[in-house]
């Protein structure tokens, strides 16, 4: 996930926030230096960012309907640990099987959330400078607008 060679460039690459939260800082160095590598001349490279509105210590807890014939919610947990380095997440998927029975499927991830200013510093190094941002989802109580920011060389 961090090192690879397509073989070729792209004019666009897009990673989502959960692509880079699962590295830490040495491992999205490698990314981005990856990504570097197989973008065009005059290409973007847009990552998704949550912005979370949660501090050290906070948590939340939210229900998303999905969008499916079945009906389907899920319980989102965060905690964002007292060191402010990591965050827990917990998501309880419910839904209905074809036959009506609940189906739960439960997950599990801690990750490395990355303040907006903190990416635009480590693709700064990287050789990338943020030249676009759209805001693709509103912030609600707890949880902080999604952007999609674009970058080039």
Do not use: Q
């Amino acid at each position: 996930m961090r090192s690879f060679d397509l073989g070729r460039t792209f004019g666009s690459i897009v990673l989502g926030t959960t692509s880079l939260f699962l590295l830490d800082r040495s491992g999205r160095r490698e990314l981005f230096e990856s990504v570097g590598r197989h973008l065009s001349t005059g290409g973007r490279f847009f990552v998704s960012v949550h912005a979370s509105l949660l501090g050290p210590g906070a948590s939340s807890t939210r229900i998303v309907p999905l969008r499916d014939e079945r009906g389907s919610v899920a319980l989102v947990s965060d905690y964002v640990r007292e060191d402010g380095l990591t965050r827990d997440v917990s998501i309880l998927h419910l839904s209905r099987s074809a036959g009506g029975e609940l189906e739960t499927h439960h997950f599990t991830s801690v990750v490395n959330p990355i303040p907006l200013a903190e990416l635009d510093e480590e693709l700064s190094g990287a050789g990338f400078r943020r030249v676009e941002t759209i805001v693709a989802s509103e912030s609600t109580a707890d949880v902080g607008a999604l952007l999609l920011c674009g970058y080039t060389t």
